[in-house]
């Protein structure tokens, strides 16, 4: 069974970065596409970013675009996601899922089900 875990989360200014990363123990996610997505309190869970690693295709919420960027690092086996000009409302806490079968061209964030696999999250604050 695929399980993913999270790192990377913390406590950080406004403006400052953060990069999340998530890895599968005991397995290689080179050619699951991977998205994060994230939940704030009090807010539905929303897709952050997705990256087909078999196409190399990416895609990302407007309200990210041009400031976080998702790739893989292969050799240590995880996608991260390089959060830039973190601001208040990026709080949430963040979340890798992997889908269940492999896709062609650009992934979605919809539907959630398509997600077969999530991780425990984990928690990235932005306040000064």
């Known amino acids: 069974q695929l399980r993913l875990v999270e790192s990377g989360g913390g406590l950080v200014q406004p403006g400052e970065s953060l990069t999340l990363s998530c890895t599968a123990p005991?397995?290689?996610?080179?050619?699951?596409?991977i998205a994060w997505f994230r939940q704030a309190p009090g807010k539905e869970r929303e897709g952050v970013s997705c990256?087909?690693?078999?196409?190399?295709?990416?895609n990302y919420a407007a309200s990210v675009r041009g400031r976080f960027v998702i790739s893989r690092d292969v050799a240590k086996k995880t996608v991260m996601l390089q959060m830039n000009g973190l601001k208040p409302e990026d709080t949430a806490v963040y979340y890798c899922?992997?889908?269940?079968?492999?896709?062609?061209?650009?992934?979605?964030?919809?539907?959630?089900?398509?997600?077969?696999?999530w991780g425990q999250g984990t928690q990235v604050t932005v306040s000064s």
């Open positions: 990256f087909n690693q078999r196409d190399f295709a990416t």
């Open positions: 005991g397995f290689s996610l080179d050619y699951f596409t």
């Open positions: 899922a992997a889908l269940g079968a492999p896709i062609e061209g650009i992934c979605t964030f919809v539907p959630e089900g398509q997600y077969a696999y």
